[in-house]
Structures are given as structure tokens and as C-alpha cells.
């Protein structure tokens, strides 16, 4: 199986930055898309940023300019780098795999799949 692993969420205040994490690990052979989505109270989850492997980034048009993508392929981990930080963005942030091919999928001819982390807390408050 693929487990999704995220870090560095966290508490700042609004101007501040924060830099998220998210490795994916398991037998995993390739990552099509990685990224970040987020869900605040009350609201339904959205995509906030993903980085397809060929390099391809989408933004969110409210973070266009203020988060920056970044993956790591030879790692199969993802970066998000989120400055000038506004309250309006306190959400959990989950980190998502999609089309990801394993060794068991290739074994069992198997589709790709697509998987989410637990979600890491972003908080901007002063």
C-alpha cells in the first residue's frame, strides 16, 4: 500500500510563511500528480495547488503569486511553499497521489490509483 506522510503545518501570523511536506512511500514505481488540496470548516475540500510530473502546475487563483509547488520525483515527495499568509487560508491541507502505479498494480494489471494523507492543520491567526 501508499501511505502519504505530511508535515509542516502549523500556527502563524498573517504575513508569515510555512512550508508543507508530503512523502509518499510504499512500492511505488510512478507519480503522475501530487498535490495539495484544503478543507476549512464548514466549506467543502478544494485544490489548492498540484504539480503533474511532466512539471505542469495549477494553482488556485486565490494563491496564484503567494504559494509555490515543488516536487521531488527521485523522492516522491512534494513541497508547497505558502508566504504572505492570510487568515482566509486556515484550512487542514491534504496532500494527494494520483495515478500512482505500484509494483502489486503492475503484478495485477491493476488501474492506478489515487490517495490522500491524513491532513496537516494551517492555522493563520494573530
Known amino acids: 500500500q501508499v501511505q502519504l506522510v505530511e508535515s509542516g503545518g502549523g500556527v502563524v501570523q498573517p504575513g508569515g510563511s510555512l512550508r508543507l511536506s508530503c512523502a509518499a512511500s510504499?512500492?511505488?514505481?510512478?507519480?503522475?500528480?501530487m498535490g495539495w488540496y484544503r478543507q476549512a470548516p464548514g466549506k467543502q475540500r478544494e485544490l489548492v495547488a498540484v504539480?503533474?510530473?511532466?512539471?505542469?502546475?495549477i494553482y488556485a487563483d486565490s494563491v496564484k503569486d503567494r504559494f509555490t509547488i515543488t516536487r521531488d520525483n527521485a523522492k516522491n515527495t512534494v513541497y508547497l511553499q505558502m508566504n504572505s499568509l492570510k487568515p482566509e487560508v486556515t484550512a487542514v491541507y491534504y496532500c494527494?497521489?494520483?495515478?500512482?502505479?505500484?509494483?502489486?498494480?503492475?503484478?495485477?494489471?491493476?488501474?492506478?490509483?489515487?490517495?490522500w494523507g491524513q491532513g496537516t492543520q494551517v492555522t493563520v491567526s494573530s
Open positions: 494527494n497521489a494520483d495515478r500512482v502505479v505500484t509494483v502489486q498494480s503492475l503484478v495485477l494489471s491493476a488501474s492506478p490509483r489515487n490517495y
Open positions: 504539480l503533474t510530473k511532466t512539471s505542469t502546475a
Open positions: 510504499g512500492s511505488i514505481v510512478s507519480i503522475d500528480t
